[in-house]
Structures are given as C-alpha cells and as structure tokens.
C-alpha cells in the first residue's frame, strides 16, 4: 500500500499512514516545502560551492535564446537590480506563474507546434497527492 511518513528535525520519521485515497506498495515521505528547499540548498553549497548560484527573494525577468544552444536568464531581487546568467542548468523553482515553465511552453510551441495539454512537456497538470489525504 501507499505510505506517507511526516520527517521533522525532532522527531525524524513519524510512522508511515496510509491515506484513504491511494493503494500502492510504494513508500513516500513527506518533507515541508521549507524544509526540502533548505536541504538541497546546503548540498548544493556543500557539494558545489564555486559552481551554483542560488537566488533567493528573486523574480526572473527574462529568459531567451542564443545560437548554440545557450540560455540567458535576466533574474530581479528585491532591490530591482538585474543580474545576467548564462547558465548550463536552470531549475525553475518560480511558483504557480512560472516565467521558466512559460517560457518553455512557447518554446516548444514554437519549435514543435505543440500546444495542447497532452503534448506539451511542461503543460501545468494536476495530480492526486497522497499527502493531502
């Protein structure tokens, strides 16, 4: 059956429920948004130091393309100071409105034509959620 465990930093791992609504025999965790962004954010500055930027409070204003496959990204923090990146990875982490993820839907219509839900890599989609049981 499907498992969903609560980790807390006091308590570790409570004991895995099954919600009501799933039937499975996969084990899940179920971390605080907070928390999870905190966790990747110290393996990353752990791991990579001198290679991730990591941009908090931030919006970003722009993306585009260049020949060779090269990706700009215009990022805005609080203070409205821009910041240019030309990145080799960029994880869209920007919320229900993402700049990233439209972007990349346009993207793909333009290369592809693709602009139905079904075809669409980065359509927004719903899916059930055993943590909300």
């Given at each position: 059956?499907?498992?969903?465990?609560?980790?807390?930093?006091?308590?570790?791992?409570?004991?895995?429920?099954?919600?009501?609504?799933?039937?499975?025999?996969?084990?899940?965790?179920?971390?605080p948004?907070?928390?999870?962004?905190?966790?990747?954010?110290?393996?990353?500055?752990?791991?990579?130091?001198?290679?991730?930027?990591?941009?908090f409070?931030?919006?970003?204003?722009?993306?585009?393309?260049?020949?060779?496959?090269?990706?700009?990204?215009?990022?805005?923090?609080?203070?409205?100071?821009?910041?240019?990146?030309?990145?080799?990875?960029?994880?869209?982490?920007?919320?229900?409105?993402?700049?990233?993820?439209s972007?990349?839907?346009?993207?793909?219509?333009?290369?592809?034509?693709?602009?139905?839900?079904?075809?669409?890599k980065?359509?927004?989609?719903?899916?059930?959620?055993?943590?909300?049981?």
């Amino acid at each position: 059956t499907f498992k969903v465990s609560y980790v807390t930093p006091k308590d570790g791992v409570k004991d895995p429920i099954t919600p009501p609504v799933f039937n499975s025999s996969t084990v899940s965790y179920w971390i605080p948004r907070h928390k999870f962004i905190n966790m990747l954010y110290r393996r990353l500055m752990k791991t990579y130091p001198d290679s991730v930027t990591v941009e908090f409070a931030s919006s970003v204003t722009k993306i585009s393309r260049e020949g060779g496959g090269i990706v700009e990204v215009e990022v805005e923090d609080g203070n409205q100071s821009k910041v240019r990146y030309r990145p080799q990875l960029v994880v869209g982490c920007d919320g229900m409105r993402s700049q990233v993820r439209s972007t990349l839907e346009a993207w793909e219509e333009e290369d592809f034509g693709t602009k139905e839900v079904e075809g669409n890599k980065f359509a927004m989609r719903k899916f059930p959620s055993g943590s909300t049981g």
